[in-house]
């Protein structure tokens, strides 16, 4: 399991209530989205020719929850389902079902449907007559 928030933490980052991520010096700096979430790569320390990557959100409940993040089962869960919105309020853990249910019903049902769908191709090519 990567434990890069740790590592962040330990260089100096730092999130703030309103979700900005602050670099060493105290100075707000920009990441990326990648699949909707806010990510952020500093050099690692001790291999300056390697870089550590981590999401804001997990930066920010470890802050927020310490090492708790790390229990087996736990997942990072945005309250509000949306996935860059890295503001201590917005930001829990819980299991993964709770994070599921923290998703509006009609995108819950969606991404039900979806996943119905494609398992259902994949069980019809898988057992098609030749």
Do not use: C
């Amino acid at each position: 399991m990567s434990r890069n928030e740790i590592l962040a933490y330990q260089e100096g980052y730092r999130m703030t209530k309103d979700g900005k991520l602050l670099g060493k010096n105290g100075n707000p700096v920009k990441g990326w989205l990648k699949n909707g979430y806010n990510i952020f790569q500093f050099r690692n320390p001790l291999d300056p020719k390697k870089h550590i990557k981590f999401k804001w959100s997990r930066l920010q409940a470890y802050q927020k929850y310490d090492a708790l993040i790390y229990v087996e089962g736990t997942v990072v869960r945005h309250l509000n389902s949306i996935r860059n919105d890295d503001t201590w309020d917005n930001i829990a853990i819980g299991t993964q079902s709770q994070n599921l249910m923290d998703m509006p019903r009609e995108e819950r049902i969606k991404k039900a449907r979806h996943a119905g769908l494609h398992n259902n191709k994949e069980y019809r090519n898988k057992h098609k007559k030749q």
